[in-house]
């Protein structure tokens, strides 16, 4: 755990959330500031700064799709679609420097996104 990463801070517990997943490595919870009816960010419990600092090799990734997978099916979109984002880096738009996803579902998505 990085002591200043909310991230973190959200998994320990230490700052509420609106979980609606978790398991001994990821935890999925309503962000706070939704870009769509339904937008769930997805963490790996264990930090790493990006996607760019998974060692090759890591089974986090694998991990994290399955939850994007029960989500879907959960939030009934698997039928009808959903987006899942990951920032990486400042000109990507990260904001906070642990490995992210947003799962974003409820309306039609704009193409090009940004």
């Not at 760019?52 to 799709?65: F, T, W, Y």
């Amino acid at each position: 755990m990085a002591e200043d990463c909310i991230f973190c801070r959200i998994a320990e517990g230490e700052i509420p959330s609106e979980i609606v997943y978790e398991d001994k490595d990821i935890i999925a919870f309503k962000d706070v500031s939704p870009q769509a009816p339904i937008h769930i960010v997805i963490i790996p419990r264990k930090h790493y700064t990006s996607i760019l600092a998974i060692p090759a090799g890591d089974a986090i990734m694998g991990k994290i799709q399955t939850v994007i997978s029960r989500l879907a099916i959960k939030f009934g979109v698997a039928e009808d679609g959903f987006r899942v984002v990951n920032n990486c880096g400042e000109a990507g738009g990260q904001t906070v420097p642990h490995v992210h996803f947003h799962f974003l579902a409820g309306r039609n998505m704009a193409w090009p996104p940004g």
